[in-house]
């Protein structure tokens, strides 16, 4: 006897609506809490950023449930309004999970 394995799931998504649907509630189902940061983490990711001169880092960032990473150098830190500004975007200080040099 074969496993059917993928096939026998294709029935459930074979609407495009329904697929849709599912995808927003796997979306939603994986969302977790904001991590909490430690007084040493908030230490070094003060440090990194006052002493930082153009090199790369990679920053863990929290954005609607989820963790995300970018490598990048900073363009420019918007200490008035609170934020990291990349050429791909900008990341508010408070959503700043961790940073460390890459």
Do not use: C
Not at 89 to 100: E, H, K, Y
């Amino acid at each position: 006897m074969s496993n059917r394995g993928m096939k026998k799931w294709a029935p459930f998504s074979s609407l495009v609506e329904q697929s849709t649907i599912l995808e927003e509630m796997f979306y939603e189902k994986g969302k977790k809490d904001k991590p909490s940061i430690s007084a040493e983490r908030a230490a070094k990711i003060n440090q990194i950023l006052s002493n930082y001169h153009g090199e790369t880092l990679k920053i863990s960032y929290y954005f609607d449930g989820y963790v995300y990473q970018i490598i990048s150098p900073i363009k420019r830190v918007d200490i008035y309004n609170r934020k990291l500004i990349f050429e791909e975007g900008n990341i508010a200080f408070s959503n700043i999970v961790n940073i460390d040099y890459a």
